[in-house]
């Protein structure tokens, strides 16, 4: 039986990403990112609906696109993409800060574990207005 589950999810999200540069975990309540980290999280669970994409567990790529005014970029590509990748991934992990302040979307995943991250890319492109698009894909496995 072939496996139809789907190989590539990509996320659109109006807006800044959320990014991480400090040791304070973004998903804290009250965090300065809060509004960044739950704008990526229901745009992921609205995407992860749409697909009935399940979360992947082997090695993955993730590509992130950050459309933005020429000359106002806010972050550095690696903060941009450590807090999309954070907010992607599995959150079981970060559950000791508690996270109910999250609800349902405590349970949005698009893959386990930074880990399984191969390969990334980072592109930005102009636009008028803030947005950005983040896609996670199935990488074959090493042989």
Avoid: N
């Avoid at 039986?1 to 800044?16: N, P």
């Avoid at 980290?37 to 399940?54: D, E, F, I, M, N």
């Avoid at 930005?124 to 199935?138: C, F, I, L, N, T």
């Amino acid at each position: 039986m072939q496996d139809t589950r789907a190989v590539a999810l990509t996320v659109k999200v109006s807006g800044l990403p959320p990014v991480k540069t400090e040791a304070l975990s973004i998903f804290a309540a009250g965090h300065r990112q809060a509004t960044r980290v739950r704008a990526l999280l229901q745009a992921a669970c609205a995407a992860a609906q749409r697909t009935g994409w399940t979360p992947l567990s082997g090695p993955i790529e993730v590509d992130l696109v950050l459309r933005c005014p020429p000359g106002h970029r806010t972050s550095d590509a690696s903060t941009l993409l450590g807090g999309v990748c954070a907010v992607l991934q599995d959150k079981k992990r970060v559950a000791s800060i508690g996270l109910a302040h999250l609800g349902v979307l405590v349970d949005v995943a698009l893959y386990d574990d930074d880990r399984q991250i191969r390969a990334m890319t980072y592109r930005e492109e102009p636009a008028e207005d803030y947005s950005y698009e983040v896609r996670v894909a199935a990488m074959p496995a090493a042989v």
